[in-house]
T-cell receptor, first 116, second 115 residues
Framework: DGGITQSPKYLFRKEGQNVTLSCEQN?????MYWYRQDPGQGLRLIYY???????QKGDIAEGYSVSREKKESFPLTVTSAQKNPTAFYLC???????????????FGQGTRLTVV | AQSVAQPEDQVNVAEGNPLTVKCTYS??????LFWYVQYPNRGLQFLLK??????LVKGSYGFEAEFNKSQTSFHLKKPSALVSDSALYFC?????????????FGGGTRLMVKP
């Protein structure tokens, strides 16, 4: 089945640790996104990538890093510099060709990160 | 800059009654508008979108939304609510002038349908 897969579903991080959240898609989508969701707030964009080996910062990139070495994969690393990392993280992907600018984004099931 | 506002944090409705979840937007150019639904501890599921054409858009699970350009609104509606419709609903907008063609989301509205 085609889709977008995030792992793990739950992740616990100790203070000062870096952790990496996985996002894989087999939809052949060009664009991939990472969003953060906090209680009572909407989704905020962390990073996005429109093509392999290229990515841009979103609205809240500080304390996070990403890579896009393969079209299918867009892992997010939450570094120790992120002071308040406890949140629900959502990965999304979308076709991004000139004739498909109006397509909707598909979301993974999310990873809940908790600092312990 | 593009933005989306969902003025109600929560909407309560009795099962069988019609429901409306409000959304207003602000973009520089023509808006592409979307509604998503989120169940607890899950990702977002696409419900419907407005790109062009008829102002009334029909989507999944009996939901529909009406695009109103003069009021810059895109309210989500359903004629008869179900208890299973209880979830968190997000409105989103994309402006082609925005680099990366990213979605900007509203803050979400929690819909509670009571038996």
């Amino acid at each position: 089945d085609g889709g977008i897969t995030q792992s793990p579903k739950y992740l616990f991080r100790k203070e000062g640790q870096n952790v990496t959240l996985s996002c894989e898609q087999n939809l052949n989508h060009d664009a991939m996104y990472w969003y953060r969701q906090d209680p009572g707030q909407g989704l905020r964009l962390i990073y996005y990538s429109q093509i392999v080996n290229d990515f841009q910062k979103g609205d809240i990139a500080e304390g996070y890093s990403v890579s896009r070495e393969k079209k299918e994969s867009f892992p997010l690393t939450v570094t120790s510099a992120q002071k308040n990392p406890t949140a629900f993280y959502l990965c999304a992907s979308r076709r991004d060709r000139e004739d498909a600018l109006n397509t909707e984004a598909f979301f993974g099931q999310g990873t809940r990160l908790t600092v312990v | 800059a593009q933005s989306v506002a969902q003025p109600e944090d929560q909407v309560n409705v009795a099962e069988g009654n019609p429901l409306t979840v409000k959304c207003t937007y602000s973009v520089s150019g023509n808006p592409y508008l979307f509604w998503y639904v989120q169940y607890p501890n899950r990702g977002l599921q696409f419900l419907l979108k407005y790109i062009t054409g008829d102002n009334l858009v029909k989507g999944s699970y009996g939901f529909e939304a009406e695009f109103n350009k003069s009021q810059t609104s895109f309210h989500l509606k359903k004629p008869s609510a179900l208890v299973s419709d209880s979830a968190l609903y997000f409105c989103a907008v994309r402006d082609l002038r925005n680099a990366g063609n990213m979605l900007t989301f509203g803050g979400g509205t929690r819909l509670m349908v009571k038996p």
